[in-house]
């Protein structure tokens, strides 16, 4: 039985890696500092659907996969970190009872904590380790952009996905 | 989609054993941050770049380094104003633009900015994916971590295969009246096509999870394992060249 319960935990994993990923690669707009895209809808849809370990994993290995593929290796660890955080947080607050839906007031607090991990984090952990805070600063505007789409989006995903595929709940864990 | 940095070539970046080149981007990565003189750290950049233009060339170095060329414009333009101490470089009457060590530091943090991104572009262009995670497994990455990584990248092409599937015919219905559309109807729009790429990727868990079983995952005697490095014989001194490297940069440059 034990058995059974890894298998599918490594394919959920894999499989939820493989979906940040390309939504990573798939929609990309340069900026000053590498490019806004849609993880954070794919991050957003994992924290609501599966739970806080699926969230972390998935989020920051997909991301994590994406830089070094696009050629941002520089970024993979910053990524990793940042949008690992950042699913991990979204699928605490939003965490209930099988069955039951999150209340308006968690998920706007999800919403906030989604636009802060993201800002701050890149913000911190890149004036740290590559840039200077004035650099980092520029990029501040993009990624609260992106991460609030992505936040509306992966809300928007994560309701419709349920209602259109069922099964989904039982590869939660 | 590409789901490889990989750069075909025959250099000796090619034979240098994929664990050794694991320890040689990290200890370049914690050089670049040591103290070390600007002028050290630029000539060593400079190393890094010749050689990865010998090895993979020089079309590759070129698109690397386009990929970072706007940061590297933003940090050049903003980062010498952090600096208000020292020499002035550019002033205006009385007040200080620039100063000389605001301009030295924009281009050590430019330096290493470019430094660390060939390091570590270098790794992903000259080793294949898939020794990587054998260099990473004997760097004791966990089983099950490298198994998910490896699986991931066997789905990749599928899901990105059927977003580009799925748009296209959403697209198809729409095409009209897209033109008329503005950013926020675009994101609405992009709804269906999301949800129904997910879809299409949970449908091929279980699947997956029943073909982990099968292959014995979890049970003491394995159906399958990962093979071995053992194709590059030179471990030893690939990883005494390494640290031989990183030392002499290191005795060489130290301010």
Not at chain 1, 63 to 82: C, E, K, M, N, R
Not at chain 2, 53 to 80: D, E, H, Y
Not at chain 2, 201 to 227: D, F, H, K, Q, V
Request: hydrophobic share 55%; with cysteine; proline share 3%.
């Amino acid at each position: 039985m034990q058995e059974n319960k890894n298998a599918l935990k490594i394919a959920v994993t894999a499989v939820l890696t493989a979906v940040v990923v390309v939504f990573t690669m798939i929609v990309r707009i340069p900026t000053a500092k590498g490019y806004l895209n849609l993880c954070d809808v794919a991050i957003c849809f994992i924290a609501f659907t599966f739970g806080p370990a699926s969230a972390f994993i998935a989020a920051g290995l997909g991301t994590a996969l994406a830089d070094l593929i696009s050629g941002y290796a520089q970024w993979a660890p910053i990524s990793f970190a940042v949008h690992g955080l950042e699913g991990l947080l979204i699928a605490l607050i939003v965490r209930n009872k099988a069955g039951v839906e999150a209340s308006l007031l968690k998920k706007i607090l999800a919403g906030i904590v989604c636009m802060a991990t993201v800002t701050l984090g890149y913000f911190a952990l890149s004036s740290l380790f590559i840039s200077t805070a004035a650099v980092a600063a520029a990029e501040i505007p993009g990624n609260l952009v992106q991460s609030a789409v992505g936040f509306i989006l992966g809300l928007g995903v994560s309701t419709a996905v349920k209602r259109a595929y069922p099964p989904v709940r039982f590869l939660a864990w | 989609m590409n789901t490889s940095a990989y750069v075909a070539g025959h250099g000796w970046l090619y034979r240098f054993d994929p664990r050794a080149k694991i320890l040689l981007m990290v200890l370049l990565c914690v050089f670049f941050f040591l103290p070390i003189t600007l002028t050290g750290l630029a000539l060593t950049v400079l190393l890094v770049v010749v050689v990865g233009w010998r090895n993979t060339g020089g079309k590759n170095i070129a698109r690397v380094f386009l990929s970072i060329a706007p940061m590297l414009l933003f940090m050049l333009l903003f980062s010498p104003f952090n600096v208000r101490s020292g020499q002035s470089l550019w002033s205006v009457r009385s007040l200080t633009i620039i100063t000389v060590e605001g301009a030295l530091q924009a281009l050590r943090l430019a330096c290493r900015f470019i430094g660390i991104t060939y390091v570590c572009t270098l790794l992903f262009a000259t080793t294949v994916m898939g020794e990587i995670m054998l260099a990473l497994r004997f760097w004791r990455l966990p089983y099950k971590a490298a198994l998910v990584v490896t699986l991931s990248f066997t789905y990749i092409p599928f899901i990105a295969e059927s977003f580009s599937q799925i748009s296209e015919s959403h697209r198809l219905r729409e095409s009209a009246r897209e033109e008329r559309k503005n950013y926020a109807q675009r994101l609405k729009d992009l709804l269906p096509t999301l949800t129904s790429v997910l879809v299409v990727a949970l449908r091929s868990i279980p699947n997956l999870a029943m073909s982990l079983e099968m292959r014995g995952l979890g049970r003491s005697e394995r159906r399958t394992n990962y093979r071995s490095l053992d194709s590059y014989t030179h471990l030893f001194t690939d990883f005494v060249i390494s640290i031989i490297i990183v030392t002499v940069l290191w005795v060489l440059c130290k301010a």
